[in-house]
């Protein structure tokens, strides 16, 4: 049946009603994008031993974004002329998949996207899960190029590849229903295994497994967990999700790297390796005691991550509290505590630390407490305006009739429904710590200089800019990508959460 | 012409009672009031006593409270009251002892019969008002003599009520009071975090070898030997007067070095900020006229990459690519040279360009759909006129807040950028002290830097409450 859009108003109905239109042309785009900075990279930079390899994986990245990009032409025709996408274009989708041998993940979500008409929130999940296992696997693997690996490498990879098979099994059984279908009983199995290797650090296994479990238990009594909801609008945003992998990568590859890389690479000095170039026993070269690049940017991220989540995760607590109170008893103790934070943000959070660290002397443990009091204003001002606008509600005014305690109606009744603009505002703010940890860590007022922090990494590596510039850019490419993800995440967070969208 | 003064007179009087009476309601104002007119109030008190004894008012609730007691009110009211209480609790199911129960009957009761007071008053229809305060201020006032009198024993009294009579001004000098109250307290908490310290910076400075009479003459030459209230009074001072005493290391004068490097600092970020402000507010309007476009995406996805890149990252990558590789622009700013500004004012301006580009898309796709946008739509109005006429005026106010903030972080981070380039700032001179630590010079970089965020963010907040009619329309509410 042929039904041709006639009107701008149509085509543009038509193209946004379909998701897989708009995944098809971010993936192409990306992948263009992906592929031209590699193989400028391989052209322009010279003496890179890594020529023939960058060329390759560049060329292939372009070969997929020119399939992505004829197959997203069909999906446009098809929208155009049906309203909907053919089942002959949805099996492309299939040509697709083998960009995971080149990692090209982009192109692989919008292939897993394509072959399935009516997908599953589950679905979705289960599909970041297998990517974000298989990419740690990937980047581990690379240290069998080394001379040498860590005692436990061959645990650590056999456990991410069960891991993976477990992924791969879920994903298939789950690819079975569609998200309105009620999931059978035995799915307990899979949800608890998909958690069990969450423990790997694998954040998508985690809330599969719990949005799994709550979607068995309910069983269509209702019309689903706000947990659930969420998750639903963020899998429908392609930037987040990618936000969203490349954290649980991270983290993933900072628990696991305990057991598959070996720390001595990282951290002692090796006079016979000085600033080599990139090479594939060294694949971002070394720095000037030797000591391997790659290996050091993985075990920083375990520092900046930790760091980053502490310094948001204790101001969100402390801010929080002291919001709640002040919004919820308001006069005297309100205007107390407004007007003593008040003071504490008129001071610039950077200076702040420094100042901090200034008395107390440069450390992790001083970093963090720095960090984390100047944010707590910020903090208690979202949480107070957000708890001054729930205890005026009507629920709130019959929890204190029928004569329940102040903290009993604050803490059981009003903090659970203030929640979501705090989530949003520490994964925004996750991003600015890290920045603010390796910038302290670049003045020397940071983390120790002996740990491998991104920070630090770079500091090292701003000293042989002119000859070596590759130790201070990959350690700050970790940094953007890191911080990118989270503000993409975030944003995606504020889109699924804002009441005004629902 | 004596009619006409007196007629004159009058109404000022008049004016003065209403001010005063609506100041006595403010809890804060009342006591300024009392106080910046002690002479005043102390004359007050005795004829308020005298004349409150002698109205009607009084002596007629006197009766009504002696008639009520008689008739037995007050034992009725205690009795229900106390069956109330314990039914409430019964309810609840709570067990509270007997002379706690007691008394929130008691309360109760009294309560109870304050009531019965007021309502047996207003029954009898006597329109006696209860004598107050400020018909004392009224009395005294009334009389062009004691007029004349009270303005010359209470004229701080005076120009309190004179500020406190016009909106505007009383809006600013409350602003500005707040602002001073914050920068006293930043230099407090700023000067406790660095007494607190365990470093030395006396053994830092001399070395190892340093004796016990050598640390404990440098300590007494910077006063540090001196107890805490002492020497943060001595700081306190130093920060109003501009002489916050010579650096520990170095021994100039940490005013002159301040004064030295800190318009170098702000002369950046100010250019910094008005160059981002240039070039973002076009983006995120046109981002927010064409949503969801290629340009959209493409400009918000820069935006964010702009926001996810460390100031010194980037500085880096400059001056890799246009003064190593390209030998365009000179890798270390030097005052005089505007070439080597270019680097370090794009680094700063970074940031602060990504977030106003963001947010002006933002606001402005709010503004765009609220119902007046659609009105003006609706009667045929150009889409640019509707744009530029009614849309930008209402969504900038939410992002000269926003600038306003950011500037302050960028103030206060500008060290990072300013160590990239090599640029002898405030905050390159901050982190260079901190490692002895310098405590007179780190002081005084903070509290200057956060002294001149709160001017910047007053004039922000002032400027932004003369622009929007509604916060005006607030202002005179209140």
């Known amino acids: ?502 | 012409m004596t009619g006409q003064v007196a007629l004159h007179q009058d109404s000022i009087a008049d004016k003065a009672v209403s001010i005063y009476k609506k100041m006595l309601r403010h809890p804060t104002y009342k006591w300024l009031l009392l106080i910046l007119g002690l002479p005043l109030s102390i004359i007050l008190i005795p004829i308020f006593r005298y004349f409150s004894a002698k109205s009607g008012y009084a002596r007629l609730k006197e009766s009504t409270v002696q008639e009520l007691t008689q008739s037995g009110l007050p034992a009725q009211l205690l009795q229900e009251a106390r069956e109330q209480v314990r039914r409430k609790h019964q309810f609840f199911g709570q067990s509270v002892n007997e002379k706690a129960l007691e008394q929130e009957a008691k309360a109760w009761a009294d309560t109870k019969f304050s009531n019965a007071v007021d309502q047996r008053m207003q029954l009898q229809q006597h329109t006696a008002e209860p004598f107050m305060f400020e018909h004392a201020f009224q009395w005294f006032i009334m009389h062009p003599a004691r007029f004349a009198l009270s303005i010359i024993i209470a004229f701080p009294m005076y120009v309190l009520m004179l500020i406190y009579s016009n909106p505007y001004v009383k809006y600013i000098i409350e602003r500005l009071v707040m602002a001073v109250l914050v920068i006293l307290g930043v230099s407090v908490l700023v000067f406790t975090i660095l007494y607190i310290s365990p470093m030395d910076p006396a053994s830092n400075l001399l070395g190892e070898t340093a004796t016990e009479e050598q640390i404990a003459s440098f300590n007494q030459l910077y006063g540090l030997d001196q107890p805490y209230l002492v020497q943060l009074w001595d700081t306190l001072k130093g920060i109003v007067t501009l002489d916050l005493g010579k650096s520990f290391a170095g021994n100039e004068l940490v005013s002159t070095a301040i004064a030295n490097k800190f318009p170098i600092t702000l002369t950046l970020t100010v250019i910094a900020t008005i160059l981002a402000v240039i070039i973002a507010l076009p983006i995120g309007i046109i981002s927010a006229t064409k949503p969801n476009s290629v340009f959209d995406y493409s400009f918000m996805f820069i935006a964010l990459l702009g926001l996810s890149i460390p100031n010194f990252w980037l500085g880096l990558i400059f001056i890799l690519n246009f003064s190593i590789k390209l030998s365009w622009l000179p890798a270390t700013y030097s005052p005089g040279n505007w070439m080597s500004a270019i680097m370090p004012v794009v680094v700063l301006g970074t940031a602060l360009m990504a977030s106003v580009a963001r947010m002006t898309r933002s606001s402005m796709l709010e503004v765009i759909h609220e119902d007046y946008i659609i009105t003006a739509r609706a009667k045929g109005l150009k889409s640019r006129h509707v744009l530029w006429k009614h849309a930008i005026g209402n969504a900038l106010i939410p992002i000269i807040t926003v600038i306003g903030l950011l500037f302050g972080s960028m103030l206060g981070g500008a060290a990072v950028t300013e160590k990239v380039f090599n640029i002898s700032g405030i905050g390159s001179y901050i982190v260079d002290r901190q490692f002895i630590p310098d405590i007179p010079s780190i002081m005084g970089g903070v509290v200057y830097t956060a002294i001149t965020i709160s001017i910047v963010n007053v004039i922000v907040d002032l400027l932004y409450a003369f622009l929007d009619p509604r916060i005006r329309s607030k202002m005179k509410q209140y």
């Not at chain 1, 690996?149 to 645990?155: Q, S, T």
């Not at chain 1, 026993?281 to 391997?292: H, K």
């Not at chain 1, 007022?445 to 991104?454: A, K, N, T």
């Open chain 1, 1 to 502: 049946m042929v039904n041709i859009a006639s009107t701008q108003q149509e085509i543009n109905f038509r193209l946004k009603s379909a998701p897989e239109y708009r995944e098809a042309s971010l993936a192409g785009l990306l992948s263009l994008l992906v592929a031209a900075i590699l193989l400028l990279n391989a052209i322009w930079v010279e003496g890179n031993s890594f020529q023939p390899l960058l060329l390759i994986i560049g060329g292939s990245y372009l070969f997929f974004a020119v399939i992505q990009l004829v197959i997203w032409f069909f999906i446009r025709r098809n929208l155009l002329h049906h309203g909907h996408i053919t089942p002959a274009v949805r099996r492309s989708g299939y040509l697709l998949l083998p960009a995971i041998l080149v990692a090209n993940v982009f192109v692989v979500i919008a292939g897993s996207q394509l072959i399935k008409r009516s997908k599953s929130t589950a679905y979705t999940l289960a599909v970041y899960t297998l990517l974000s296992t298989i990419l740690t696997f990937a980047v581990s693997a690379l240290n069998t190029l080394k001379p040498y690996v860590a005692d436990y490498f061959l645990i650590g990879m056999a456990l991410l590849l069960i891991c993976a098979i477990f992924q791969l099994v879920s994903l298939l059984l789950l690819a079975k229903y569609k998200q309105e279908d009620f999931l059978p009983r035995w799915m307990y199995v899979v949800a608890a295994i998909l958690i069990a290797t969450a423990a790997t650090g694998n954040v998508f296994a985690l809330f599969l497994g719990i949005m799994l479990i709550a979607k068995i238990r309910n069983q269509g009594y209702t019309s689903g967990t706000r947990f659930g909801e969420i998750f639903e609008k963020l899998a429908r945003s392609m930037t987040s999700m990618l936000g969203l992998l490349f954290v649980s990568f991270l983290v993933t590859l900072a628990i696991t790297s305990m057991l598959t890389f070996d720390s001595s690479l990282a951290i002692d000095n090796n006079y016979s390796a000085i600033l080599q170039q990139p090479s594939a026993m060294y694949p971002l070269g070394t720095d000037n005691f030797g000591r391997d690049l790659f290996s050091r940017i993985i075990m920083g991220a375990r520092i900046s991550l930790l760091v980053g989540v502490l310094t948001t995760v204790i101001p969100l607590i402390i801010g929080g509290l002291l919001g709640a109170i002040s919004g919820y008893y308001g006069k005297h103790t309100d205007n107390i505590i407004m007007r003593a934070l008040d003071i504490l943000y008129a001071i610039p959070g950077i200076l702040l630390a420094i100042a901090i660290i200034a008395a107390f002397g440069a450390g992790i443990f001083n970093l963090i407490i720095a960090l984390s009091i100047g944010s707590i204003p910020t903090y208690a001002r979202i949480m107070r305006a957000n708890v001054l606008q729930v205890s005026s509600l009507e629920y709130v005014q019959a929890a204190s009739a029928i004569g329940s305690s102040d903290r009993l109606i604050l803490f059981r009744h009003i903090l659970p429904n203030t929640v979501a603009p705090m989530i949003v505002q520490s994964t925004l703010t996750i991003g600015t710590a890290v920045i603010s940890t390796s910038s302290l860590s670049f003045l020397g007022l940071g983390v120790e200089p002996h740990i491998p922090e991104w920070g630090n990494i770079l500091k090292l590596g701003s000293a042989y800019l002119e000859t070596h510039p590759y130790t201070a850019i990959y350690p700050g490419l970790a940094i953007i990508l890191l911080v990118l993800a989270f503000n993409f995440l975030g944003d995606g967070l504020r889109d699924a959460l804002d009441p005004k969208l629902n």
